[in-house]
């Protein structure tokens, strides 16, 4: 069986990698099950960027094709915030639990209409003789102001899709993927190695 090495340990990430690669047969491995300690400096200032530094790292340690994805919430009417330190939003030791309240306590007296939010997800996969592509995806909604629904991971309880009347903890990891920035990030990768037929011997 093929495998894939993804440059993360959020296991919420993982278990969507897992979910979309599966119809190609392909396994996924994380940094959780290489032993091999690597240490990722996030210096990045955008998604991108991050996707980048993740994917390039991990490929010169492992000597590997390595993907990575960088991702986070931006909020419109908090200046895009939490944007890239989305997973430290509420603090460098912070968890999905206390960034969502800390997103609330942000939006506490804001209308709905004004908590208008995006999901970015940038996906870089890199390959040990240099070869790189990034692709990103976007999801727009809405923070609700109590979270709702027990799936997904990170601020999934918290974003509200109205054409579907859910939140993504709400969806089945197959629905979301159908709609979240993730699913359309790996929508535009498999694009792109399909228009790249020698892609898979870099
Ligand atoms: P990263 O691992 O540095 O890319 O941080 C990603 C963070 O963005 C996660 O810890 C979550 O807080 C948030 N995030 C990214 N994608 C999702 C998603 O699909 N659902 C909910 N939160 C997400």
Do not use: W
């Not at 278990?15 to 032993?35: G, M």
């Not at 999905?96 to 970015?120: E, I, T, W």
């Amino acid at each position: 069986m093929k495998t894939i090495i993804i440059a993360t340990n959020n296991k919420g990430k993982v278990r969507e990698f897992e979910q979309f690669f599966a119809k190609y047969a392909i396994k996924v491995k994380s940094l959780a099950d290489i032993r091999k300690k690597i240490r990722i400096e996030e210096t990045g200032s955008t998604f991108r960027e991050n996707a980048l530094i993740k994917a390039r790292t991990v490929c010169k340690a492992l000597k590997k094709p390595v993907l990575a994805d960088d991702s986070g919430l931006e909020v419109a009417i908090l200046n895009n915030q939490p944007g890239v330190y989305s997973a430290r939003y509420a603090g460098e030791n912070s968890n999905d639990y206390l960034n969502n309240q800390k997103l609330l306590y942000m939006l506490r007296g804001v209308p709905f209409k004004l908590r208008k939010a995006r999901f970015v997800c940038a996906l870089a996969l890199v390959y040990p003789k240099g070869k790189e592509i990034v692709v990103e995806g976007t999801c727009e909604g809405y923070i609700l102001e109590e979270m709702r629904g027990k799936n997904g991971f990170g601020y999934d309880p918290l974003f509200y899709v109205p054409a579907l009347n859910k939140t993504f903890a709400e969806l089945t990891e197959e629905e979301k993927m159908k709609i979240s920035h993730r699913g359309r990030a790996l929508e535009e990768l498999e694009k792109v190695l399909e228009n790249d037929e020698d892609s898979g011997r870099k």
